[in-house]
């Protein structure tokens, strides 16, 4: 066979681990060559490639970002973009196309794969927003990094009797913020998927304050936003906060607790930190085992599926249900845990 | 309720992540009362306790170890065992115990279950080998620590075109070795669910070098053994390797690597830093969730459920059927990615 | 002797190692008593203190934060301030004061010590701007902390071509922001010490950016000023940079480079994670030679003095001294290193 | 100029660094060229080399090992080795060697120097027993690394009531294992400088254990040697332990407290985890200025100059002196924090 990769969207940690387990199996299992596109779905629109075999994965399993470079460019968005794609498809003579992505990546790779191009894909983001699939790639080294800050968080939240405010991705879901707020004992998690009322907030921490605990830690996702007239941040009044124009959630919600609460709130924001570096152990196997089950499908001619994770078994899902609609954390699993285990 | 809980058996990252989880969810939850038995199930035998509240388990959630000691004690190999433990429970007026333990600490959970003791459990162990879960408590952060570890030995194999041996814990199953090896990308793997041949390893490793890469971690558990006759370490002429008596697994492949292949061999053997400090993310939302459902498996007198993950969900399992053997990596995994990544 | 000790101003790693170490060179090396005022100066002004011994530190070793916490309080700000510590001082019978803080503490100290207070001071501060000293407990820990950090960015720099913005505490000198620039391999560094001009930073990016790297970071010292009239960002026009009423120089730098450079930026800002958290060895091992030294000053009745590290010898310098004036970074160390390793 | 650059003997963390500094400064600095010689000496002897270029090293700042390679060949072992080495200078037109590396490498680098060729050098090993010089590169990041495994084996100690004993490299000096000892808090360091007794560890330990203690971390350079006739271990009675035969002191040590102490006792080995890996921040800011620094001393045409670190400062030194002796634990140092600390 002849295979190409691409990675595309947002970068994350263990895309270079996944490229060379593809690359690995479909030389050394099958004898097959591959090409990788540059920058995403640009790279098959241009036919912008490298070559890639064992000798030129070599070192790059523990590498953070990707070989390949990565972009947002959509198909669907370009002028011929299909008919681009297509062409590409034949010049190369490819039996398959590995696509490695999250939402956006994945959104046109089902849509081009119902066109009947031969594409399998491989879901990666930090966000952990894709569905079918118990976890994506790059999700839990996100969380362990962000877990890792907060722990620091804490030592200097109790000597100074703060609170100290820590944004972290997730424009649209909070997986990461649920999750390395339970794994380092946050106080409050605010996420985009519940709105959330910033007296409520200041009254939970004036409570917890008053049982004798002076310091808390409250971690936001990127994407939350506050209940309609509850974060009023003069000289911005928001009926509705729009994250695209005002950003920095992190630094307005410690303003307006240190305002209403009293206590005196610092602000962290861990931005990209998250999604670069070298891959958790955790992620490069699961990356290594997404880049061999998506050669496998290719050679299954199992075309528009996806490989996924289920429990400790690496199954394939039809990508055209794991981009229906992105997986956000489901509202009994956080009030669940919220109760107990966030203050 | 009143409940009890204890951890047994050797330590792990996640243990006090565990015991706070029982702790909240049972005095926030249910408003029940607590008791931490010492040392495992020393504690229960001699009634040696400490009251537990969610103020006494502040600030342990990233502590690896655990705040109520361990032991391996056995009551089915004490005088009059079960009839101590059954005192205690009844001195107590104990609605169920919560053992926190692998494959020995369950199996005597297992046992007083089915004599009608009110216990549920949780599976921890950095050894992965407890059935009928995805993982157990501190694996995860075994591997990762061990990952790190192999990371660092590339860079001083490479500088000086060495093999480098490292030793992983690991007595009967190879569950850490293989995934820290994958992880890191390890050239050979060892395991002690296959004999190995030193000659075979010194093939492979020859094979490697004359390709042009001149570096090679070998990743053995410490309870990997020889192929009878395989490894011939004078003045230790050994048909059956014997671990317990012999220790040091690695460094004799290591010898018998340099006496073999010519190749300059060195080992490392990071023994207790796998099992200590502080846990991953991982297994500190997979300890906090196990802990939780723990409790909820007491209330619904589910005795003899040992809690599990599958997936993304907690689920429980006849602890019977856990602890009933160990379970060991299957031989299609092993050979399946070793072939294409352990080299 | 009897002993007290105060940990002043904000917090850092290293700050329970110099406890530890000021209570065992006192109780074993000396048999004194020793007590921990609660809250920098503001436990001596009140008198809150906790009775300190070898057991009580057991543990506190590798702990960010400090178990006396901390203030900002001023004896010199309080009615009656001196007075207030001079009646502490006589009531507990105290031989002498250990005083482990940054410049205000410490010029607080100074000026008690010139009023005849037996006072012996330890620096401590991420910042390193105390003078007379090659460097104070915390630094090195935060250059470490910030470094791993910027490692994380580059990766993703690098995948999507970008500008990223890592905005590190100092507000009014760039220690930190240096050290961490040059480890990580920063393309530009901005510091409180010398007003810097967007335009001249987007020119120097513009030039890297066409000689085919497409990725650099960006470190800009929280204290970090625009030359006047060089950074225009409606709606606020600034003639001098007004840090404490803008906050935020890292996002300002960010959306200034991207709308004069075109270049995608985006900003991570790391805060407080820089001063919490389990110290460096190096940490570490500073803070206990400190601690062992203090005492040892105590005992010569060398009152005034502080410790400092001159390679690698612990010594002793007048505690007025090292407070005259901040430690700013010199001009030429910037200019020197600038040219050849920041970019 | 035209200059060589090699890196000899052991690899160590920041080698790559100070490659790059040296790079970046003759080139960016000076219009130099550099040439990068293969392995060490080697390279020089068997004119084996690689161009050096600012392109070519970038990216390598934070990577462990050498990308020059490394080996520990001597010219002075060698059939002509000066002529051989004075051969290659003139082939190429060299007007300067920097060479980086420890005792060895620059015991023959002080030689060559002494018969006139241009020769300046860098001082690395994870050792730091190279004279003159406040640290070398590479130490500050092995005792981070240990001291990090060392946080580790803590909690695992003391949810057992163990002794865990923990060998760290040092053949010949202590450095490393009294650093991370002291950083990490351990109850014993055995360092090669001191011949050790073990019954009075063993006394030590009992002491300790009596007095409530259940654990101990007892940490032992691999270079420690018993005194005579203290450490006997059938059948291997040794009147002088000897290294180079035996291997593996710290099994001995860890057998030998068991049998005598009837403490549960554990080892582990971090070996060449030590060495290799990503350095700190530390060692990446120190070979930098090292490499800047001799390439200002081959510009002065200062050969048979080392640069060192004093404090703050880079400063020179005559190799000569620097490879005199090897620079070894002093006895006060050891027996002043040990009484204190290592307890």
């Known amino acids: 066979m002849r295979l190409g990769v691409l990675t595309g969207g947002g970068d994350c940690p263990g895309l270079n681990a996944a490229i060379r387990a593809v690359v690995r199996k479909a030389e050394v299992g099958y004898d097959d060559e591959v090409i990788g596109f540059q920058d995403g779905w640009r790279g098959v629109l241009e036919d912008t490639f490298i070559p890639l075999d064992v000798t030129r994965c070599r070192g790059?399993?523990?590498?953070?970002?990707?070989?390949?470079?990565?972009s947002r460019t959509n198909p669907f968005k370009v002028d011929d973009g299909v008919e681009r794609v297509t062409a590409t498809v034949e010049r190369h003579g490819l039996d398959a196309i590995v696509a490695i992505g999250g939402e956006g990546t994945l959104g046109a790779?089902?849509?081009l794969a119902a066109l009947g191009l031969p594409i399998v894909a491989i879901p990666k983001t930090i966000d952990n927003d894709v569905g079918c699939t118990d976890v994506t790639i790059g999700f839990t080294t996100a969380v362990e990094v962000a877990t890792e800050a907060i722990d620091r968080l804490h030592t200097t939240?109790?000597?100074?009797?703060?609170?100290?405010v820590c944004e972290v991705m997730g424009r649209h879901v909070g997986w990461i913020a649920l999750n390395a707020g339970l794994a380092a004992?946050?106080?409050?998690?605010?996420l985009p998927e519940e709105p959330f009322d910033v007296e409520a907030v200041c009254q939970h921490l004036t409570r917890r304050h008053t049982k004798?605990?002076?310091?808390?830690?409250?971690v936001v996702a990127e994407g939350a936003k506050p209940r309609p007239g509850t974060l009023d941040l003069p000289p911005r009044e928001v009926d509705q906060y729009d994250h695209e124009r005002l950003g920095g959630i992190g630094q307005h919600v410690a303003d307006e607790i240190e305002a209403l609460s009293g206590f005196e709130a610092r602000v962290t924001m861990l931005g990209h930190v998250l999604r670069g570096g070298t891959p958790s152990g955790f992620d490069r196997i699961l990356a290594t085992r997404f880049g061999i089950a998506a050669v496998e499908a290719a050679h299954d001619r199992d075309f528009g599926?996806?490989?996924?994770?289920?429990?400790v078994e690496i199954d394939r899902v039809p990508l055209a249900?794991?981009?229906?609609?992105?997986?956000?954390?489901?509202?009994h699993l956080f009030h669940g845990v919220s109760k107990l285990f966030l203050d």
Do not use: F, N
């Not at 790059?60 to 990565?70: A, D, H, M, N, V």
């Not at 004992?185 to 605010?190: H, S």
């Not at 249900?321 to 509202?331: G, T, Y």
């Open 109 to 111: 790779a089902s849509r």
């Open 212 to 218: 004798g605990r002076y310091a808390s830690i409250v």
């Open 321 to 331: 249900d794991a981009v229906l609609e992105l997986k956000s954390v489901p509202r």
């Open 305 to 311: 599926a996806m490989v996924a994770l289920h429990g």
């Open 157 to 164: 939240a109790e000597s100074h009797d703060r609170v100290i």
């Open 60 to 70: 790059i399993l523990p590498r953070g970002g990707t070989i390949l470079g990565t």
């Open 185 to 190: 004992g946050a106080a409050v998690v605010l």
